[in-house]
């Protein structure tokens, strides 16, 4: 049977990942047109320095933040959604996840997929 749009396919043919009914990457682009995923007030402006310590502290499945290219990124929302599963993104929660990102995946626009925080 062709596999299902939640199911990736490695080279050689075996499953990956499969994500859980309801948390593809487009319900997850649906969701953010629905709801506010940030964290944060959306309509405040929130732009601010964050320093290593702070970004540090968001370290967790239920509170996690990593750095992409300068900019930090709330990911609180999105872990359940990720494709590759949680566990990959487990490795860069509370700090800079660009070398790993750019490993897997570099000609994905994370800043689009993802919400600052």
Known sequence: AAPSAGTHIQPGGMPRNTVAKGFSQMDWMRRC????????????NHKRVI??????????????????RGKVYNLTEYVAYHPGGAEILEESFGRD????????HK?????????EA
Do not use: P, S
């Not at 320093?51 to 992409?68: F, M, S, Y």
């Open 97 to 104: 996840a660009t070398a790993l990102f750019d490993k897997y």
């Open 107 to 115: 000609y994905v626009n994370g800043a689009y997929i993802m919400r």
């Open 51 to 68: 320093k290593d310590d702070e970004l540090a502290q968001h370290n967790t499945v239920g509170d996690c933040w990593i750095a992409l």
């Open 33 to 44: 047109k629905r709801e506010n995923v940030r964290g944060v007030d959306a309509k405040a």
